[in-house]
């Protein structure tokens, strides 16, 4: 058997991103809201073929969309069935990813208003 690096949670959650009650949630978010969401804020029609710049998206491995957990699931089957989603281009969930991972929360509101992570200096 060939050694695998990824730790034992990466390899859970990896196999939640395959059962068929996610594949079916991924494909009914993304027949709702077939666009990118943060394209269509900057006025761009993103349906996975372009690149965040409105240009076409020449790597074809990139062509897709991303259901995006708007509040990062860390594992939490609840949070991870259940938690609301949104639709980007892989340019802006590498973006928007990456910014969670460096300041260490994100600034999603819940109903009220008030910022939902624990993390945020709000909530500190
Ligand atoms: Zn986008």
């Keep these: 058997m060939r050694y695998d690096r990824r730790s034992a949670e990466a390899e859970e959650y990896r196999k939640r991103y395959k059962t068929a009650r996610w594949r079916k949630r991924r494909a009914a978010h993304l027949q709702q809201e077939p666009l990118c969401r943060m394209c269509s804020a900057a006025g761009l029609v993103n349906d996975g073929s372009r690149k965040m710049d409105g240009s076409l998206q020449d790597n074809p491995r990139r062509r897709f969309l991303v259901a995006d957990h708007i ?54």
Aim: aromatic share 10%; hydrophobic share 25%.
């Design 71 to 124: 509040n990062p699931h860390k594992g939490d089957a609840y949070k991870f069935y259940l938690g609301k989603l949104q639709t980007l281009c892989p340019d802006h969930h590498d973006i928007v990813k990456q910014a969670e991972e460096r300041r260490g929360f994100v600034c999603d509101a819940g109903e009220d208003g008030w910022p939902t992570d624990p993390m945020h200096p709000a909530n500190r």
